[in-house]
């Protein structure tokens, strides 16, 4: 058994890491309320443009009229933006994200993918697969703001544009509640035509003209889109690492508490010893 001094020392050891994990804990949970906050008031704003895109892709009559943006092709080449976390200390979040993406350009059996990473979990994975890593963007601020996600859909929207993909996916975690984050992969080019009933089908009336308006329609919801899946993922983020972190201090308290009674015993076994000794001295003496 070891010393009561060693125990003594590794309690303090692991005190101060309770400590150190109670405080990244506080701060997670401070900026968990900011990030929650902007993911759900984004919401609303990024779920009606997608359902009204999706509506106006599946009226559009003729394949000349498509816009770039909304045009089907075969998916010989498949483009991915993986949205992940800097840092660690989220638990299982890190690797969920990690193994749903690497799960997606599994599935694309005989297309190329190409990845652009936003953040540097989700990098090094895909560049320690051995994955086609385009772009990346890391040092996300926890507050970012539209022009953070600018760069990526100009890239995003070129690539597709000039056929270099076929079709654009994201892979993120999509936040539900404090302990609960999916990690989840959904198609953001081309896309995705809702599924309407003969009398949904009323079409749409543009002014000045549909190109005009989709010129300017499209790149801005390819770059709202891309922005609320960073906010759902930051949120994810500090959730995550708040829960983590809480339950890195429980674990740490608990062991303290093992140690202590460790200890205890330690020195009563001690003391119980010295006792012996000293009685039996004395009855030698005698």
């Known amino acids: 058994m070891a010393s009561v001094r060693q125990i003594r020392r590794r309690i303090r050891s692991v005190e101060n890491t309770a400590k150190i994990t109670k405080a990244m804990s506080m701060i997670a949970a401070s900026k968990m309320r900011r990030t929650q906050e902007a993911a759900l008031r984004g919401r609303p704003y990024a779920d009606l443009m997608q359902t009204m895109l999706s509506h106006l892709a599946a009226q559009t009559q003729d394949d000349e009229d498509h816009h770039p943006l909304l045009v089907e092709r075969t998916r010989n080449n498949v483009g991915l933006v993986v949205i992940s976390p800097d840092r660690g200390l989220t638990g299982g979040l890190n690797s969920n994200i990690n193994r749903t993406a690497g799960q997606f350009v599994v599935d694309q059996q005989g297309a190329g993918v190409s990845v652009i990473a936003m953040g540097k979990k989700g990098r090094d994975f895909m560049v320690r697969t051995g994955q086609d890593v385009q772009a990346v963007f890391t040092d996300i601020p926890d507050r970012p703001g539209i022009d953070v996600v600018t760069p990526v859909a100009r890239i995003v929207i070129e690539s597709f544009t000039n056929e270099e993909v076929d079709a654009v996916f994201v892979a993120y975690a999509d936040f539900v509640n404090t302990t609960q984050q999916n990690p989840t992969v959904v198609q953001l080019l081309p896309v995705v035509p809702a599924e309407l009933e003969a009398t949904q089908a009323v079409g749409y009336i543009y002014e000045p003209e549909e190109r005009p308006v989709l010129d300017q329609l499209l790149p801005r919801y390819v770059e709202m889109q891309l922005y609320h899946y960073l906010l759902e993922g930051i949120a994810s983020?500090?959730?995550?690492?708040?829960?983590?972190?809480?339950?890195?201090?429980?674990?740490?308290?608990?062991?303290?508490?093992?140690l202590t009674l460790v200890m205890n015993k330690a020195r009563q076994e001690t003391i119980t010893k010295e006792l012996l000794d000293i009685v039996g001295g004395v009855a030698a003496v005698e």
Request: hydrophobic letters at 40%; glycine letters at 0%.
């Open 237 to 258: 983020e500090q959730s995550a690492r708040m829960v983590a972190m809480r339950n890195a201090t429980d674990n740490a308290n608990e062991m303290v508490d093992d």
